[in-house]
T-cell receptor, first 108, second 117 residues
Framework: AQRVTQPEKLLSVFKGAPVELKCNYS??????LFWYVQYSRQRLQLLLR??SRESIKGFTADLNKGETSFHLKKPFAQEEDSAMYYC??????????FGTGTQLKVEL | GAVVSQHPSWVICKSGTSVKIECRSL??????MFWYRQFPKQSLMLMAT?????????EQGVEKDKFLINHASLTLSTLTVTSAHPEDSSFYIC?????????????FGPGTRLTVL
């Protein structure tokens, strides 16, 4: 069975501070991992995926198979980063398993 | 591009009635659509996967006779909650992918809030 764990329900940081949203996974095969973001009153949208190895809006995430982690990082938080972030794992058939989400609040 | 819409955005119904929720891909052909359910302050839980022209595949614990899914065209999937009860009240979200590849991006609809009285 596949599982995604996001240990923090809420993460509060000050503007300009570094951000790290934690995500750990459990999957027997070769995982594909994603970060989705949901801004207030908006739909869920893809932020980044590990196979792309790209930086979106200053966020990066590296897949660490040894630690089964896919933490989301940004060196300097901005106010507009405040949102709900979901880590997700794609198993067979493109089915996504979501973590419980972390609410990021960036304070001035 | 890659916009998914849902209709209605919210619905209130009486216990025992059936409710249909539509999910449309507006600018692409969706070979696969997914239906999720989200309880307040909880994560999205996959209910079923539907491929155009074939029967939906339901996740364990989801009653297929309760949640009827039809994917009749490449741009439309519907979820019908039959004989709805208060415990069916939830936020229902659909997503769509544009091909049958394993790692294709899912584009999400805005969700439908169902309240059963």
């Amino acid at each position: 069975a596949q599982r995604v764990t996001q240990p923090e329900k809420l993460l509060s940081v000050f503007k300009g501070a570094p951000v790290e949203l934690k995500c750990n996974y459990s999957y027997s095969g070769s995982p594909e991992l994603f970060w989705y973001v949901q801004y207030s009153r908006q739909r869920l949208q893809l932020l980044l995926r590990h196979i792309s190895r790209e930086s979106i809006k200053g966020f990066t995430a590296d897949l660490n198979k040894g630690e089964t982690s896919f933490h989301l990082k940004k060196p300097f938080a901005q106010e507009e980063d405040s949102a709900m972030y979901y880590c997700a794992l794609a198993g067979g058939g493109n089915k996504l398993t979501f973590g419980t989400g972390t609410q990021l609040k960036v304070e001035l | 591009g890659a916009v998914v819409s849902q209709h209605p955005s919210w619905v209130i119904c009486k216990s025992g009635t059936s409710v249909k929720i539509e999910c449309r891909s507006l600018d692409f052909q969706a070979t696969t659509m997914f239906w999720y359910r989200q309880f307040p302050k909880q994560s999205l839980m996959l209910m079923a996967t539907s491929n155009e022209g074939s029967k939906a595949t339901y996740e364990q614990g989801v009653e297929k006779d309760k949640f009827l899914i039809n994917h009749a065209s490449l741009t439309l999937s519907t979820l019908t909650v039959t004989s709805a009860h208060p415990e069916d009240s939830s936020f229902y979200i659909c997503s769509a992918t544009g091909s049958s590849g394993i790692t294709d991006t899912q584009y999400f609809g805005p969700g439908t809030r169902l309240t059963v009285l």
